[in-house]
């Protein structure tokens, strides 16, 4: 089987910083592969470079097995790739389903067979079923009609993560979900990841110190430090592992 995503030998320097250095791993259909390390492990810039938004100075990612060199953030997303971010970016006089519509007008483009499907300006029924689905699976079916400024931050985050799943991604990169959240707001969001990933076969690189939630979701675990990729395995393999725990205890969290 082709592994959905292949990461090869990935490097990125900013300067005299190295931010990643020969960073190779596989994400496999519908596998959650946690990716966890201390602050400035270089987890983020290796999002931002499957992603698109950031240029690797060396290595591969492949999707599905096709090359995504020189692909721009939105032929990338198209192709599948989808991800959320540390910082949460709303906007406060939008509804929730609003968020959704809009993202799906962006992703699919107001032109060709969906722009013609799609009424004068609005969106198309398709659009919107989608959006009232993934709505239900993150849980906010009946806040559809809400303005999102009035909303928690822990349901914000999901508005994010509805935002990011309406176009059906196969591949989600999720950077740090729980970010600000408490426990139980962090529990709600993992359950819906895992939903997400069994419901609809989706595959999640999960960026998280939340190790409770890399535990109950990870099929598997990387670990990263420096820019290095320092273990791999199963969550207890890694965490028996001393350099991990070596670069856990050494710097902070
Ligand atoms: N745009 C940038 N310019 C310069 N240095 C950067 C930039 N982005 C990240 N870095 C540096 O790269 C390293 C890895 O950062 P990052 O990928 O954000 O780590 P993490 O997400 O694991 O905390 C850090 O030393 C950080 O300061
Ligand atoms: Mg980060």
Redesign the pocket.
């Known amino acids: 089987m082709t592994p959905r995503l292949v990461v090869h030998e990935l490097s990125k320097h900013?300067?005299g910083?190295v931010?990643?250095d020969g960073v190779s791993f596989e994400l496999l259909d519908a596998e959650c592969l946690g990716l966890i390390?201390?602050?400035?492990?270089?987890?983020?810039?290796?999002c931002s470079i499957i992603a698109g938004e950031?240029m690797a100075s060396a290595g591969t990612v492949r999707l599905d097995g096709h090359d995504l060199a020189g692909l721009p953030v939105y032929q990338r997303a198209r192709r599948g790739l989808s991800r959320t971010y540390q910082r949460l970016e709303i906007f406060p006089e939008m509804t929730v389903r609003d968020h959704l519509l809009v993202a799906q007008g962006v992703h699919d483009g107001a032109t060709g067979l969906l722009g013609d499907l799609m009424g004068s300006g609005g969106s198309s029924q398709l659009q919107k079923n989608a959006a009232e689905e993934t709505l239900e699976l993150v849980g906010l079916g009946d806040y559809a009609d809400v303005v999102v400024g009035t909303l928690s931050l822990g349901s914000c985050r999901l508005v994010e993560l509805a935002r990011s799943l309406v176009v059906n991604p196969r591949v989600l990169l999720a950077?740090e979900p729980s970010s600000g959240l408490d426990s139980l707001e962090s529990v709600a969001m993992g359950d819906v990841l895992q939903r997400a990933q069994r419901e609809r076969g989706l595959s999640i690189i999960l960026?998280e110190h939340d190790l409770e939630m890399v535990a109950r979701l990870s099929d598997r675990v990387v670990v990263?430090q420096s820019?290095l990729v320092v273990a791999t395995g199963s969550f207890d393999e890694v965490m028996a592992d001393q350099d991990v725990r070596d670069a856990y205890l050494g710097v902070g969290k």
């Open positions: 900013f300067g910083i931010a990643a390390g201390p602050n400035g492990a270089g987890k983020t810039t290796v950031q950077d960026v990263m820019g």
